[in-house]
């Protein structure tokens, strides 16, 4: 039996990952020494204290909460992630799976359970989802975060306006100085289009091309001079300066069952008509 418990300990002390108990109010009673690893602590340091104890305020409260719910009705959970703090201030990105331990009358008497470190599992899935969702070129949300975004704000009532606009004179830059100095134009519009969002709480976008859209929230107001000084401004180049403008077109989602489609073809719609009614100014 000795032989047995010391061959346990050791499978415990030496797992990879963290066994863990806790009490009926959330308290380790006992924590292996992979603690030591995760959070930078010693068993001895961990045990009486809960796991909202070593993690960011903010984030001990959204998992309070969620565990509170999962403890009331004493279930198993499993992969919850979380963030905590290590001893010395970092953060590591904790994986936590757990099954209730119950008493003889069914009371909870605490949870059972492992932690794991996903800090680049996660940070590596991160990276992913920002490249799926971003523009590589200017590093704007691309077409479909923008779709996102949009559908978001229209499922919660909101009523956000959309500006679509495009270059005009871009084509020039492209075909007299080439690719590359048109890719730097679009990134430095890009760039100034991320300030004025920045300035003024829009979501700015870009879905391809040379076209841009930012939406503007409710109550929110960015007057169309100002999107068009920032566009007009020049911009250096190697074969010197150069400036291009901006065409745009604006729509309001105003009624209850607006759609992403219907609010976007209705801006493409005004942006289309303001192209065509400067030409014909320009005749």
Not at 33 to 59: I, K, S
Not at 127 to 133: D, E, N
Not at 203 to 215: C, H, S
Request: charged share 30%; with cysteine; aromatic share 6%.
């Amino acid at each position: 039996m000795r032989r047995e418990l010391a061959r346990l300990r050791e499978m415990l002390e030496q797992n990879s990952d963290w066994i863990w108990e806790v009490d009926a109010q959330g308290r380790y009673t006992y924590a292996s020494r992979q603690c030591v690893a995760l959070l930078g602590r010693e068993p001895e340091e961990v045990v009486g204290r809960t796991p909202f104890d070593f993690m960011p305020p903010d984030e001990a409260e959204r998992v309070e909460r969620i565990f509170g719910a999962i403890a009331a009705e004493r279930r198993p959970f499993a992969q919850r992630l979380n963030r905590n703090l290590r001893k010395d201030g970092t953060l590591v990105m904790l994986e936590t799976s757990g099954v209730p331990l119950l008493g003889s009358n069914g009371e909870l008497c605490g949870y059972r359970g492992i932690d794991r470190d996903v800090t680049e599992r996660e940070a590596a899935n991160e990276r992913l989802r920002h490249i799926a969702r971003h523009d590589d070129l200017t590093g704007l949300p691309n077409r479909m975060y923008l779709r996102e975004q949009l559908a978001g704000r229209l499922a919660v009532g909101q009523r956000p306006s959309v500006i679509s606009l495009d270059l005009d004179g871009f084509k020039p830059v492209n075909d007299r100085l080439g690719h590359a100095a048109g890719d730097r134009v679009l990134r430095e519009v890009g760039r100034r289009l991320a300030d004025l969002a920045a300035a003024y709480g829009l979501f700015a976008a870009r879905p391809g091309g040379d076209e841009f859209v930012l939406i503007v929230p409710e109550g929110a107001e960015v007057a169309p001079e100002a999107v068009r000084a920032a566009v007009a401004a020049s911009i250096t180049l190697e074969a010197g300066m150069v400036r291009v403008s901006t065409s745009l077109g604006s729509a309001r989602s105003e009624e209850p069952d607006d759609t992403v489609d219907a609010l976007l073809a209705r801006a493409d719609r005004a942006l289309y008509e303001a192209k065509k009614a400067a030409k014909e100014a320009d005749r």
